[in-house]
């Protein structure tokens, strides 16, 4: 194991962390300790955490972590760019608070991110888990975009997935302006001066919790096009502008349509990709290793 002390680790995982339920935090913080590369620091941003969570980060044993932020919920915005500030590895692995890393996801990217140039950004494919970390099916990793503009309809990256060099999130940072989409500002703001990769294996499990909310939604939207009306014009059109604006209605209407029904879970599970009982059971025993990994100063 690499001495924090004396060296620069190679990655720096950046948690973000709310008012996730405490379990939750337990699984995030687990997959770090769990991965086969051990060349890493933790650092997790409090954007406004709970009593039961800062007594958890309290009892953390391992000069590898470090808790920054208070107990303002600035939003995440401003954690990342934090964490950014904070970071002392080579490179930055995105990490949400609700999610949970494959064993081999930093270990994957670094070789990846290592023969490629300083402006690039690698996402991975993702399995849909649930509040009780069942497996739910598979988001597949986002397709290159064609052109420019393609970048305001959808997300070149998912976030909790991506890693860069430090330097490339010192050279980008999050609009802390966003309470919500930042992830989406931030992949406008840089296009067109980054290459974006995806990896297609899934290393990284993405947890929706039920029940959904059209509230979730309608805020995802709303900051969608407050991102595309602020920074669109760096990759876009006065028309493709619009076209963009009028897509983010059309989707919220489709999504305050299917909650009206109460089809919500049908809306979104439309967009995944069903797994084989094989494929449901090695999930399953990733999930299993990461539950018995170890966490100094932790007894969970």
């Known amino acids: 194991m690499p001495d924090s002390s004396t060296s620069r680790p190679l990655v720096t995982v950046g948690l973000t962390v709310h008012n996730e339920p405490i379990e939750v935090l337990y699984d995030a913080v687990k997959s770090v300790y769990a991965q086969t590369l051990e060349d890493w620091e933790l650092v997790i941003a409090r954007d406004g955490v709970t009593d ?3 007594a958890a980060l309290d009892k953390l044993a391992d000069p590898r972590v470090r808790v920054i932020g208070d107990d303002q919920n ?10 950014t500030a904070d970071a002392r590895g080579t490179f930055i692995a995105k990490l949400d608070g609700d999610d949970i890393m494959f064993p081999e996801r930093l270990a994957t990217q670094v070789a990846f991110l290592t023969d490629r140039p300083d402006n690039a950004v690698v996402g991975t494919g993702a ?18 975009h064609n052109k420019p503009a393609d970048a305001l309809s959808g997300v070149p990256v998912t ?18 302006a966003l309470i919500r989409s930042q992830d989406f500002g931030l992949w406008i703001s840089s296009y067109n001066d980054t290459e974006f990769f995806n990896i297609d294996d899934p290393l990284l499990f993405y947890r929706i919790t039920a029940p959904m909310k059209y509230n979730r939604f309608a805020r995802r939207y709303k900051y969608a096009r407050q991102a595309i009306r602020k920074l669109g014009n760096n990759v876009a059109t006065t028309t493709e502008l ?8 059309v989707k919220q209407a489709g999504a305050a349509a299917g ?9 979104y599970n439309r967009t995944l990709v069903p797994l084989s ?24």
């Open 159 to 176: 976030h909790p997935t991506a890693m860069a060099r430090t330097s490339w999130f010192e050279a980008h940072p999050y609009d802390e």
């Open 242 to 249: 619009a076209k963009a604006w009028a897509l983010t209605w």
């Open 277 to 300: 009982e094989p494929e449901l059971d090695q999930a399953q025993q990733i999930l299993q290793v990461i539950a018995r990994t170890e966490v100094p100063g932790w007894s969970q």
């Open 74 to 83: 600035l939003g995440v915005g401003v954690r990342h760019n934090q964490i």
């Open 127 to 144: 399995l849909i888990i649930d509040q009780f970390n069942e497996v739910r099916g598979e988001r597949t990793a986002v397709r290159p």
């Open 52 to 54: 039961e969570i800062q």
């Open 259 to 267: 909650f009206a029904t109460g089809k919500q879970d049908a809306f």
